[in-house]
C-alpha cells in the first residue's frame, strides 16, 4: 500500500513551477474572457443574444441529447472548460484553486489533469444519461445544456478529502479539509438546486464525485490509473525536444 503522509502547515501555493493547476486555471479563464469579449464584438454589431447563442455558445456547450452530441462531439470536452457567466467562473475558479492545489501538493501534479479530464468526461456522460432517463429531465431537453468544471471540481475535492481528510489548511485553525469539502458539497447543492432550480446538474457531480472517490482510493493503493494518459502526453509534448547528448558518468 502506498504510504501517504499528511502534511501539515504547507499553505497553498500557485506559483510554483511545474504547477498543473495554474495551467488549468489559466485554460477556462481564457475561454471566459474569449467568450466574453466575443459576445461584446456580437452585440456591438447589432446582433441579438440569440445569435451569439446559436452561433458560439452551441458549439462548445455540451448538449442534452445523444443527437446533439454526435452532432458537436467535441463539446464533451470543451464544456468542462467553458464558463458563460461571471458568478459561475468566479466560483468554480476559487473551488478549483482549493482543491486542485491541495490535491497537487499531496498527490503531484501528475493527477490533477487526468482525473479533471476522466472526471468531467464522466460528469458529462452522466447528464446526458439523466437527461434521457430521468422523465422530469426529457421535458427540459429542447433548451438545456451543461457547462462549466462542476463535475471535475467535484473529483478534485472528493480526491483530495480521500489523501488527506484531516489536512488543516491553516495551522492555526483546528478545521479538518474534510469539513471544508462538506462545505463545498452543500454550497453546491444550494447553488444548483434551490438558486438556480436545476436538478439536471445532479447526475453530472455524482459522476464526478464517484470518479474522484475511485481514483485516488486506487492511486493510494499503488495503482495509478493515468499513467498511461501522462506517458502519452509527455511523448506528445517533447516530441520536438533535442535530445540531449550528455551521457552520465559513473
Known sequence: MMHIEEKKGTPLSLGEGNNMMTKILLVN????????????IYGIEGNKPERFINDVLS????????????????TIVTSMFTHNSFWMITSNMIWLACFGTMLQQHAGPQRVL???????????????????LIPSFRELQPAATMTGASASIMALAIGATVVAPGYRLLPNLPIPFWIITLIFLVVNVVTHV????????VPALIGGGLTGF?????????????????????????????????????
Open 114 to 132: 487526468p482525473l479533471y479530464l476522466l472526471s468531467g468526461l464522466v460528469g458529462a456522460i452522466c447528464y446526458i444519461l439523466g437527461m434521457q
Open 194 to 201: 434551490i438558486t438556480s432550480h436545476d436538478l439536471t446538474i
Open 59 to 74: 458549439q462548445v456547450l455540451l448538449p442534452s441529447t445523444i443527437h446533439g452530441l454526435l452532432q458537436h462531439p467535441w
Open 214 to 250: 475511485f481514483y485516488m482510493s486506487q492511486w493510494k493503493k499503488g495503482h495509478d490509473l493515468g499513467a498511461g494518459f501522462n506517458k502519452i502526453t509527455y511523448k506528445i509534448t517533447h516530441m520536438f525536444h533535442p535530445k540531449s547528448n550528455l551521457h552520465v558518468v559513473k
Open 29 to 40: 479563464i481564457t475561454v471566459f474572457i474569449l467568450l466574453f469579449f466575443t459576445e461584446i
